[in-house]
């Protein structure tokens, strides 16, 4: 009798929840699209972009962190306003996902009903403030130049079996390491064409790259003094397999980086790469190098 109670008690507990909890309505959002912000100071270069998640609020309430394309239930209805914010995979790591400070949220208002789904095709844009140091390859020369220790000299490309429109406009960075050439160690001279990086020490600062390789490549960062210069190497980009390279998109937080180098006048980014072990060959190419600040 008593195994008959609790039943029906739990029973009834559940019915109470179900009916307390109304059905919810369902926001469906797509994946981000990057526009080109018309008011934007400087030039922010080729739109590419690799933001694959977003904060979720609606009614200033925060819903959740989510990778998107997501389907989302929520319990309210009528009125509502939904914001979407921007969020990357922080130096490239999937559990660290982090609002990009650089570009705008997605905001509308609109309203929700039960049981009914809506469809939402998020875009951002870079705020008109941020500031850039950009090299896309496209000139008659460009601002990465080897050090004397490096065996590999880099040129630029079109082959069109690696080249995306999306991505590239005419022209990429292309370096091949062999047995007899392993090594490539290069930085940029933004100096030299009278644009210097004077980063901004205790604010958001990052360095967005993208890349094709199928070899290793370790991206840092050199603060330069009148007296002297340190080289911080900070991220590795590691290799992709011949049958799957791709174009990726990293965005390489240097925020601690460029705190730490206190006397540093101006910054400028320095690329090291060498043969990985057991390989033969491997190629690396780069593009659309940016500086992002404030």
Not at 1 to 16: D, P
Not at 230 to 244: F, G, I, K, S
Request: hydrophobic share 40%; aromatic share 10%; net charge negative.
């Amino acid at each position: 009798m008593k195994k008959i109670v609790l039943f029906f008690g739990l029973f009834l507990a559940l019915t109470s929840c179900i009916k307390n909890n109304p059905d919810p309505s369902w926001i469906y959002i797509e994946k981000w699209q990057l526009i080109e912000n018309p008011d934007l100071i400087g030039i922010a270069g080729v739109p590419t972009h690799n933001i694959t998640n977003a904060w979720v609020y609606v009614n200033g309430e925060t819903i959740g962190v989510f990778e998107l394309p997501v389907k989302i239930p929520v319990l309210i209805s009528g009125s509502a306003k939904i914001q979407i914010t921007p969020a990357i995979l922080n130096n490239g790591i999937s559990a660290t996902k982090k609002i990009y400070p650089f570009l705008e949220p997605f905001i509308l208002q609109t309203e929700l009903i039960q049981n009914e789904t809506l469809v939402i095709n998020p875009t951002t844009q870079y705020f008109s403030s941020v500031k850039f140091n950009i090299e896309n390859f496209e000139g008659a020369s460009y601002v990465v130049t080897e050090g004397p220790s490096s065996t590999v000299i880099a040129n630029t490309s079109n082959d069109p079996l690696i080249l995306d429109p999306s991505i590239n406009e005419l022209k990429f960075l292309r370096l091949d390491l062999s047995t007899s050439n392993d090594r490539w160690i290069a930085s940029t001279e933004f100096n030299l064409s009278s644009i210097n990086m004077p980063l901004p020490k205790g604010k958001e600062v990052y360095l967005e790259l993208d890349y094709y390789n199928t070899n290793q490549v370790t991206s840092g960062l050199i603060g330069i003094s009148s007296t002297n210069q340190t080289n911080n190497p900070n991220v590795r980009l590691n290799p992709q397999n011949d049958n799957e390279v791709r174009w990726k998109k990293i965005y390489i937080d240097l925020r601690e980086v460029v705190s730490g180098m206190t006397t540093a006048d101006y910054y400028e980014f320095s690329f090291d790469a060498l043969l990985d072990d057991g390989a033969s060959s491997g190629f690396i190419c780069l593009d659309n190098i940016k500086a992002v600040y404030f």
